[in-house]
């Protein structure tokens, strides 16, 4: 069993592929219209061009907007990207604008920090920490 597609949920289509291209930095990998202006629209890492995907669900369903609610509420994310360096990334998504929730926090083997999307959604990056020789 493999993990090769994860979901977010977004409100805008075109608004979440700006965000996740042009502020994060993911490739746009589909985008397949679907009719009624829908599309399976989804990302990759430049990274990993053939690893696993990010789809960005339209959050139409009712279910979905007190789902996303309660955690935004809460300070929880709805998912997690790994980045090589936490600090760095945060000083590089801070001066493009993106606004963080949680700034870096030490906890123990790896670093963590939390954004708003501006999808509605809250996003963790985490790194782990270099081992000291």
């Known amino acids: 069993m ?10 805008d289509l075109q608004h979440a ?15 397949i219209p679907l009719g009624g202006g829908a599309s399976w629209i989804t990302v990759v890492s430049p990274q990993e061009p053939d690893g ?6 339209p959050a139409g369903h009712p ?3 007190p789902y996303r609610d309660a955690l935004v509420a809460d300070g929880i994310p709805l998912a997690q990207l790994t980045v090589d360096d936490v600090q760095q990334e ?8 993106v606004t963080f929730t ?8 790896h670093w963590v920090a939390v954004f708003d999307d501006t999808c509605g959604n809250l996003i963790q990056i985490v790194s782990a920490k270099q081992p000291q020789p």
């Open 2 to 11: 493999r993990i090769r597609l994860t979901s977010v949920f977004v409100d």
């Open 17 to 31: 592929l700006e965000f996740y291209t042009d502020v994060l930095g993911f490739t746009e990998k589909h985008n």
């Open 52 to 57: 696993a995907e990010l789809l960005l669900e």
């Open 63 to 65: 279910a979905v907007g």
């Open 90 to 97: 945060v000083q590089r998504l801070t001066d493009r604008g």
């Open 102 to 109: 949680q700034q870096p926090m030490d906890i123990g083997d």
